[in-house]
């Protein structure tokens, strides 16, 4: 038992240098902000394809998440609310799943009423491109497609979501 409080503390004192590391990461493959974010294809919930140069022109928020993330779940309400409100002003909610299957993923997004797009990233490949370590994390990527904001962690609160795309959306 005392081993165990011992660990836990460990992990505690260090949880800080992860969550530095994990922007650091980012930084490292040159996925930061004022930078155009790569593009990339992946498979749509339908069995499609989508890129997200097809949204060149749009504000868009771009999730990395998976279904057994808290914060992730936690935040889907809101940013479904979120493009429910601002998609006819030009925003874009892509979700980015990671390491899961069309079908799982396809029930969480029936279990919540999601209505914005959403594409399966199975091998974790665009993640690595863009420098996810920790779920959910978003950026929010302009009108040309730069990079404007990278948030590690979540939830995202509406008012957190709004704040950062209404100044893009004019």
Known sequence: MKRWGVILGIVMALMPLLV???AGQADDVGIV???VAPDFSLPTLDGGAD???NYRGRVVVLNFWATWCGPCRAEVPDLQAV???LRERGLVVLGVNQGESRDKVKSFVREFGVSFPIVTDEAGTVGRTFGVRAFPTTFIIDK?????????????S????RRQVEGLLK
Do not use: F
Not at 158 to 161: G, K, N, V, Y
């Open 20 to 22: 530095v590391g994990c």
């Open 33 to 35: 902000k004022g930078k």
């Open 51 to 53: 890129n997200l140069r």
């Open 83 to 85: 493009y429910a409100e």
């Open 144 to 156: 040309k497609g730069v990079i404007q904001e990278v948030i590690v962690g979540g939830p995202l």
């Open 158 to 161: 509406r008012t957190m979501i």
